[in-house]
Structures are given as structure tokens and as C-alpha cells.
């Protein structure tokens, strides 16, 4: 039998931990003794790859730690533990210019992320020549060809970021990102500002760039059904930790997690046959201060064991290309209603059937 070797992935985090140490005074930690809780794990084991010129699609509810994960790969913050690895090499604490250029962010909200004093040709202009991508002679033409494409004119130049829609700031947004030439992007939640008919315009954006310039890119977002069509492959973050990671239609059509297949339910449905139009998640997402025992899912999963309150699920193999974290994964039918599950004792009424 021939094995062929995998490429060696342009990004990968191995075991990454993020822990905050929130201020709160040696008194009042002393008095809370077993109960204080002022630090918090944001990211917990965290394991993930991103192959070189596929989208692949970070998704989770709100704290989660989509953003944590995204500012360490661009290096706006260091993991408390764990690694990070570009292109095989491991990526030094402290970035030079350089190791910063070749890993782009991309905001959620485009305003804050532009300067608005500053016109969009002195913005390109600006990171032309301090990374001394093309000669100065060749700056200006160098910022049309950013312009346009990302499909915007030469008259942009001399506009400023106020004159432009939502959906044209996120253009000139990318279009800073991309001057100084990255190979990889970190778009964090990029569409989630904009207006519904915008989105489609901006994800149709990021599927060319990555077709015409090979880029590859780590999409957040918390709603699959927004990557369902531009990604390549999800990962699913639960309260610090990947849990489940696929072939985006194999996720969609064989989810091994239930908390994949709350999301995905979650999605509102334009036809009949969803995964599990029963399964509805219960309960608010646990506190990173206080991550439930075992599994960190069981308060919330209509699965859940005995065994799944006391061990604490890995990232395992469930098929070629798909991972996931769930003591159950080989029992779970993704085509069968989801048992009645008992709220647990904490979850408040409202709580119990919140929909993501
Ligand atoms: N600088 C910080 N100090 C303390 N806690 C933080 C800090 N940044 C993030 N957190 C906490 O870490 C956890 C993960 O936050 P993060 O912003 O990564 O989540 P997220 O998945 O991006 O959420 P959202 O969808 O709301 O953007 C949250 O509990 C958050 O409150
Ligand atoms: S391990 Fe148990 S609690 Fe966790 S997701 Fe699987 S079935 Fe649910
Ligand atoms: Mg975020």
C-alpha cells in the first residue's frame, strides 16, 4: 500500500491555552477561597490546522474563543501555552515585520478598523512603502491594482473611509490587508456587520481571492449558515476547545457532535429534511470560569451519560478527515429526533430552549 504524505499545513496550533487573570484583589480572593474564579480559560487544547489555499470555517456561539484563536495566529496575543506553526517552522513569540506580513486580519467592523482622518490612497500608500512591497514610482499603480480587486475604482484613492457603505469599507478593509501580500487571512466574523444582501457580495469576494491569489483562509463566523457554501472544511468551538472538524459537506450530512447538529439546526430552513428538526440546544453556554466536568457539552446534550459527566472527550478520528470530541459519536444518528433531555438543575426557565 502506497501512503502518500499530506502536505505540510500553512498554519497549525497545537494544544494552544489562553487564560485571562481578571484584577480582582488578594482580599477578595482569599475570602472566595475554592469559589474564586478570576481567571478564565478562553482557549483550552486547542488543536487545528489550516491547508494551504482552502477557506476553512472557525464557527461557535459568542465566547466561545473564535477571536482569541484569531488575534494569536496574527499574533496580536500569545497563548499562555500550546504552539503555533507556520508553514512547518514554529512562529516566534515576538514577530518580526516580516513573520507579521505573511498573517492578515480581517475585522469584523470595518469602520473601527480604518482610520477615518487618513484617505484611502495614503492608507495603501503608507504600507506600500513601509513594507517595501513595489518602488515608489510604482505605489500608485500597485494601490489601483489592490482597488480593483476588490472591486473598487481608482476614484477610491482620494476618498476617505466615511464616504463608503458597509459593504465597500470591508472591501477597502481587505484591500489593506491584502497590500502588503500575506499568504494567509484571518477574517474575523467579516460579514456580521453588514446587511444581508451585502454578505453575499463580500463572501463571493473572499471566495475569488482565494481562487485567484491561492490564499488561504480562516473564516470566523458564529452562523454555519454562512460558510455553508464558501468553506472547505468547519471546525466547531465549544468553550475553548475544537469539537468537531470535517469536510463541510460531511459535517452538514453526518454531524458526530450534538452540539454540530444544534447548530445546524439552528439554521432556518428554506426546505424540508434537516438534520433533527427536533433538536433544539438548551441552556446558556457554561461560564469559561466554571467549565462543567467531564465533557464539557453534558449540561446542554440530550446524549448525555454517566461516563460523559466524568471524562473529558479529545478530538479523536471518526472517519478520514473528520475529528470529532464525543464519547457517543459511533451511537448518534443524525437523522433520528434527539431525546428528551432534562434541563440541568442551573439552567433558568427561559434558559431551556434557546435557540442559537
Ligand atoms: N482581554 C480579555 N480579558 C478577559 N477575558 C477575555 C478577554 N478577551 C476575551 N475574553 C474572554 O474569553 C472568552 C472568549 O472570548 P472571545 O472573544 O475569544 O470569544 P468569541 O468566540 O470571539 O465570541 P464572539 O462571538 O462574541 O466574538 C470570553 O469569555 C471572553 O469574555
Ligand atoms: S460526550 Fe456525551 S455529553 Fe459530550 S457531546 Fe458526546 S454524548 Fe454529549
Ligand atoms: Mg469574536
Known amino acids: 500500500m502506497t501512503v502518500t504524505a499530506l502536505p505540510t499545513p500553512v498554519l497549525r496550533v497545537s494544544d494552544v491555552t489562553k487564560s485571562y487573570h481578571l484584577r480582582t484583589p488578594l482580599a477578595t480572593r482569599l475570602a472566595r477561597g475554592a469559589d474564586d474564579h478570576s481567571?478564565?480559560?478562553?482557549?483550552d487544547g486547542v488543536d487545528l490546522h489550516l491547508r494551504k489555499g482552502e477557506i476553512?470555517?472557525?464557527?461557535g456561539e459568542s465566547g466561545s474563543g473564535k477571536s482569541t484563536l484569531a488575534?494569536?495566529?496574527?499574533?496580536?496575543a500569545t497563548p499562555s501555552s500550546g504552539s503555533v506553526e507556520y508553514h512547518g517552522e514554529p512562529m516566534p513569540a515576538r514577530r518580526d515585520r516580516n513573520d507579521s506580513r505573511r498573517i492578515q486580519m480581517v475585522f469584523q467592523d470595518p469602520y473601527s478598523s480604518l482610520n477615518p482622518r487618513i484617505s484611502v490612497g495614503s492608507m495603501l500608500r503608507e504600507l506600500l512603502v513601509l513594507h517595501k512591497v513595489v518602488p515608489r514610482s510604482e505605489v500608485r499603480a500597485e494601490s489601483?491594482?489592490?482597488l480593483n480587486l476588490v472591486g473598487l475604482e481608482e476614484d477610491a484613492l482620494d476618498a476617505f473611509p466615511s464616504q463608503f457603505s458597509g459593504g465597500q469599507r470591508q472591501r477597502l478593509a481587505i484591500a489593506r490587508a491584502l497590500a502588503v501580500r500575506p499568504d494567509i487571512l484571518i477574517a474575523d466574523e467579516p460579514v456580521s456587520a453588514l446587511d444581508v444582501s451585502v454578505q453575499a457580495t463580500i463572501l463571493d469576494l473572499f471566495a475569488r481571492l482565494r481562487r485567484e491569489l491561492g490564499l488561504s483562509i480562516l473564516f470566523v463566523a458564529h452562523n454555519l449558515a454562512v460558510v455553508q457554501h464558501l468553506s472547505d472544511r468547519v471546525a466547531v468551538m465549544y468553550l475553548g476547545r475544537i469539537v468537531e472538524v470535517a469536510d463541510t459537506a460531511e459535517l452538514f450530512a453526518n454531524p458526530r457532535h450534538p452540539y454540530t447538529r444544534a447548530l445546524i439546526d439552528s439554521i432556518p430552513r428554506m426546505t424540508a429534511g434537516s438534520v433533527n428538526e427536533e433538536f433544539v440546544l438548551e441552556g446558556e453556554p457554561p461560564s469559561p470560569f466554571d467549565v462543567p466536568r467531564g465533557c464539557r457539552f453534558n449540561p446542554r446534550c440530550p446524549y448525555a451519560t454517566d461516563e460523559c459527566?466524568?471524562?473529558?472527550?479529545?478530538?479523536?478520528?471518526?472517519?478520514?478527515?473528520?475529528?470529532?470530541?464525543?464519547?457517543?459519536a459511533d451511537d448518534l444518528d443524525p437523522f433520528q429526533a434527539a431525546p428528551e433531555h432534562?434541563?440541568?438543575?442551573?439552567a433558568t426557565p427561559d434558559a431551556r430552549s434557546t435557540t442559537l
Open 39 to 43: 481567571s478564565l480559560r478562553a482557549l
Open 56 to 59: 476553512l470555517a472557525l464557527v
Open 71 to 76: 488575534k494569536i495566529l496574527v499574533g496580536s
Open 144 to 146: 489601483i491594482r489592490l
Open 309 to 328: 459527566r466524568t471524562i473529558d472527550p479529545a478530538l479523536a478520528e471518526f472517519s478520514a478527515g473528520h475529528e470529532t470530541a464525543c464519547l457517543r
Open 342 to 346: 432534562a434541563a440541568p438543575e442551573h
